[in-house]
């Protein structure tokens, strides 16, 4: 009894030692900011979606400054395909400007003004969530 007690807890503790390994161990873990044209709730959750679609960690893009944090693996991509990415669903930011096409798809209150001032003329208040 006092064996199989041991050899599970010895199990246990293996077993994290090796999944706060995996979490710690990413040397190839890059982060990045940059602006990203937009207006509300729907555009964060769209601009969001299209980095983590893009493989970023994480994604958070601040309605205020039109600013995007993003933490991503170097090896699975760059910076430059998550703002291309972003670009493809509508939002001009830092690397690219987004087609007009995609542009117009975006709802009324997600057409942003594109004169690229960041924390330009905001149509929707910071916490519309939905259209």
């Known amino acids: 009894m006092r064996i199989s007690i041991i050899l599970f807890f010895s199990f246990c503790f ?36 299209a980095a983590l679609g893009a493989q970023a960690s994480t994604a958070v893009w601040d309605v205020k400054t039109d600013m995007i944090s993003v933490a991503f693996d170097g090896k699975k991509t760059s910076k430059e395909a998550l703002q291309k990415a972003i670009a493809l669903a509508g939002y001009d930011n830092a690397g690219y400007k987004a087609d007009d096409e995609a542009y117009k798809k975006l709802h009324g209150c997600c057409q942003y003004d594109r004169t690229g001032e960041a924390g330009g003329t905001k149509s929707c208040t910071a916490n519309d969530q939905e259209h």
């Open 14 to 49: 293996a077993q994290l030692a090796v999944a706060q390994q995996a979490t710690t161990g990413n040397d190839n873990l890059q982060t990045a900011q940059f602006k990203v044209l937009g207006n509300c709730g729907m555009c964060k959750k769209t601009i969001e979606k």
